[in-house]
């Protein structure tokens, strides 16, 4: 099954109900569809075919969407990359995926034109803007009497998500149709949606995670997609309230700074049922604050792009464990096990593995990574958890993040989870820094709102931390680096 086939599905259905708004603009299921045909034709007559490799480098606009399901339509494999990439990582990834075309919007195209003299197989560069030496969207228009929708199967390539590149060069984890159907399908169904809800979507769509839970289960139910471009607080809030919105997406960095908008205790989000955090964890802190102040209960899941999205979320009328990212989804067989791959007790620290329908294909071209990775039919995460006795599962932290200091394992979690209590601290990031004595020190990286020192910091930890995970340096910033869903980067700060 081709996954496109969703949105004509709800095209038949619902024709001329609203698919998309966006800005001034709102776009019908109908319109789309018909979009889709004529610039998959037209997209065909440029030699875009059945198995070709495609680059979007695209904002969340409809251009992205139309783009998006006219690629799989074809039977293409879509690369979705950051459009905020600059050269040396768009030629890595463009030469890694085999992309023989790119397609890119205002904020991109310079870089890609930048990047096209050491590119080894892109043929054709294609703007949503007048630019000297590319082909114009507006030009690539066939007929849509001449469109055919391409044939998959379950297992055949439906896109390549290249990773943040945080363990070394970003590696391309494929992901078939088979893997999006069943998200699709069980993500749908976990949260009980319907035609009736309305979905905001101010993560960037080239993220796996705002693609599924913005755009594949709004398709798959006919449901009404609010598009916004980014992410700015206040004009945010107002656009939950005022448009009635009962889904929300976003990550832990949203709703801090959702928190220090004055205007959020005048705002009603009564029809907000779900506020979804994803992409990084969530301080329990944060958790308790919206949902004092939003009258709605995050649900945080876990998940990564190796997974096309989720391994665990909380279900329908399940009950909420605190600091727990759930239980893993129907289908889905979970493990932590310790180093020699035994199942660790309940309530010890170990690696997450897990099997089933969602684990991508392997990374594009890289055979030694893609073993290292998955063996015998199980993914290993590399990330560090706990299970209580109900099977609920407690994200701990990273492997490679953890810290080992004078033979104690230290998890930078646990520390940033204590610092997320203190009134005047903003944001931070915890990590280990080499050190002659104890091998590893801590080290805490803070954006505060009023005036402290680190020793104000450090006897707050002392407070609530056994003293050998009480950092020893404190930094202070005016702002922490991160990535364009919202999430903290580490790797910049130890440099």
């Known amino acids: 099954?081709?996954?496109?086939?969703?949105?004509?599905?709800?095209?038949?259905?619902?024709?001329?109900?609203?698919?998309?708004?966006?800005?001034?603009?709102?776009?019908?299921?109908?319109?789309?569809?018909?979009?889709?045909?004529?610039?998959?034709?037209?997209?065909?007559?440029?030699?875009?075919?059945?198995?070709?490799?495609?680059?979007?480098?695209?904002?969340?606009?409809?251009?992205?969407?139309?783009?998006?399901?006219?690629?799989?339509?074809?039977?293409?494999?879509?690369?979705?990359?950051?459009?905020?990439?600059?050269?040396?990582?768009?030629?890595?990834?463009?030469?890694?995926?085999?992309?023989?075309?790119?397609?890119?919007?205002?904020?991109?195209?310079?870089?890609?034109?930048?990047?096209?003299?050491?590119?080894?197989?892109?043929?054709?560069?294609?703007?949503?803007?007048?630019?000297?030496?590319?082909?114009?969207?507006?030009?690539?228009?066939?007929?849509?009497?001449?469109?055919?929708?391409?044939?998959?199967?379950?297992?055949?390539?439906a896109q390549i998500i290249y990773t943040s590149g945080t363990t070394g060069s970003p590696k391309g984890a494929v992901i078939t149709h088979g893997n999006l159907k069943w998200m699709t399908k069980t993500c749908t169904e976990m949260n009980s949606l319907t035609k009736e809800d309305r979905i905001l979507v101010v993560l960037p769509i080239f993220h796996a995670y705002a693609k599924l839970q913005g755009l594949w289960q709004a398709v798959n139910k006919g449901c009404k997609v609010y598009l916004e471009e980014r992410f700015v607080p206040e004009p945010i809030l107002h656009r939950l309230a005022d448009n009635k919105i009962t889904i929300f997406l976003g990550v832990p960095t949203m709703y801090t700074m959702f928190l220090a908008v004055p205007s959020i205790y005048q705002l009603d989000f009564s029809n907000l049922r779900i506020a979804g955090s994803g992409g990084a964890s969530l301080p329990l802190e944060t958790i308790d604050k919206v949902r004092e102040v939003m009258g709605v209960v995050l649900r945080e899941g876990y998940g990564q792009t190796e997974s096309t999205v989720m391994i665990s979320c909380f279900p329908p009328n399940v009950e909420r464990r605190h600091g727990s990212v759930g239980l893993p989804l129907p289908g889905i067989e979970l493990k932590v096990i310790d180093p020699a791959g035994r199942e660790v007790p309940t309530g010890e620290v170990g690696e997450i593995i897990f099997r089933g329908p969602n684990a991508m294909k392997g990374y594009y071209k890289k055979e030694l990574e893609t073993k290292e990775t998955i063996k015998d039919g199980w993914v290993y995460t590399g990330d560090l958890a706990k299970r209580d006795e109900n099977g609920y599962l407690y994200i701990v932290d990273r492997k490679k993040d953890m810290i080992i200091r004078g033979g104690y394992n230290v998890y930078p979690r646990e520390i940033e989870e204590v610092l997320y209590t203190h009134p005047n601290i903003v944001e931070c990031a915890v990590l280990g820094e080499s050190d002659p004595v104890f091998g590893e020190e801590i080290a805490a990286y803070l954006v505060v709102n009023n005036d402290i020192g680190p020793e104000d910091i450090k006897a707050f930890c002392k407070q609530n931390l056994a003293r050998y995970k009480v950092p020893k340096n404190i930094y202070f910033r005016e702002s922490l680096p991160k990535n364009a869903t919202g999430k903290i980067l580490k790797a910049p700060l130890k440099n």
């Open 1 to 157: 099954m081709n996954m496109s086939q969703l949105l004509f599905n709800s095209a038949e259905k619902y024709p001329k109900d609203e698919f998309i708004f966006f800005q001034n603009k709102v776009l019908t299921y109908g319109s789309i569809a018909e979009k889709v045909k004529e610039k998959a034709s037209g997209l065909r007559q440029y030699g875009i075919k059945n198995g070709s490799h495609v680059a979007l480098m695209m904002g969340n606009k409809p251009e992205y969407i139309i783009a998006y399901f006219s690629l799989l339509s074809l039977g293409a494999t879509v690369i979705p990359i950051n459009p905020t990439f600059r050269q040396k990582e768009i030629t890595y990834i463009l030469n890694d995926s085999d992309a023989e075309a790119v397609i890119a919007d205002e904020n991109a195209i310079e870089s890609v034109k930048s990047a096209r003299p050491s590119l080894n197989t892109v043929k054709m560069v294609i703007s949503i803007t007048e630019s000297k030496h590319c082909i114009h969207w507006s030009k690539v228009n066939g007929h849509n009497k001449d469109f055919f929708l391409e044939e998959k199967a379950l297992d055949d390539t």
